[in-house]
């Protein structure tokens, strides 16, 4: 069964520190996707990438990072937490040519910045 | 950048009702999606629409893609309890980004 995979369902972070996010797919997909969802506003997007070590901004990169080492990984950055950073965080993943429309996502990771 | 408007945000229903829900933009899109978020997972999707006017089922499902381009509805024949969780419609136009609504949160009463 072909898999987003996100590694923390749920993490709790202090203001300040540091959060990594990772996430990888085992389905040989060349884009990747980080979304963050807030009640009443939908998926917004932070950032994505179309091949190795290749990123682009997305709606609202303010506050993040992303690193593409390998085609399966796909990390995001906070440097320093804040706590409007709290939210509920998407990963996703497709094919090239497709637009970012048939996106494959992650169960998400629920970041709490205290 | 673009804006959808999803509506109701939330709806509370009966097993068995059907359910109806739409999306509205000030711009238009060449493809409408509407994808399904179960409680505690990610959004799948259920429905994909490439043309003005097309209306397309998916089981108990059915979508529209309305024919200004700038909305799209989605409608669910009797409801069952496994039909609760987040509905997300998503435009995109060209090889652009998907611009995602706000989504409608079901819960349906047995």
């Known amino acids: 069964d072909v898999k987003v995979t996100q590694s923390s369902r749920y993490l709790v972070k202090r203001t300040g520190e540091k959060v990594f996010l990772e996430c990888v797919q085992d389905?040989?997909?060349?884009?990747m996707f980080w979304y963050r969802q807030d009640p009443g506003l939908g998926l917004r997007l932070i950032y994505f990438?179309?091949?190795?070590?290749?990123?682009e901004k997305g709606d609202i990169p303010e506050g993040y990072s992303v690193s593409r080492e390998k085609k399966e990984r796909f990390s995001l950055i906070l440097e320093s937490a804040s706590t409007n950073q709290t939210s509920m965080y998407l990963c996703?993943?497709?094919?090239?040519?497709?637009?970012?429309?048939?996106?494959?996502f992650g169960s998400g990771t629920q970041l709490s910045v205290l | 950048g673009q804006q959808l408007n999803q509506s109701p945000q939330s709806m509370f229903i009966q097993e068995g009702e059907d359910v109806s829900m739409n999306c509205t933009s000030s711009?238009?899109?060449?493809?409408w999606l509407w994808y399904k978020q179960d409680p505690g997972e990610g959004p799948v999707l259920l429905i994909a629409?490439?043309?003005?006017?097309e209306l397309t089922s998916n089981g108990r499902l059915t979508a529209q893609f309305g024919i200004t381009r700038k909305d799209s509805f989605l409608n669910i024949s009797a409801s069952i309890p496994s039909d609760v969780g987040i509905y997300f419609c998503?435009?995109?136009?060209?090889?652009?980004?998907?611009?995602f609504g706000g989504g409608t949160r079901l819960m349906v009463k047995p």
């Open positions: 996703a993943s497709s094919k090239p040519g497709q637009g970012g429309e048939k996106l494959f």
């Open positions: 389905m040989d997909h060349e884009n």
């Open positions: 990438s179309y091949d190795v070590k290749m990123k």
């Open positions: 711009s238009i899109f060449n493809t």
């Open positions: 629409l490439y043309k003005a006017g």
């Open positions: 998503a435009g995109q136009y060209a090889g652009n980004m998907l611009t």
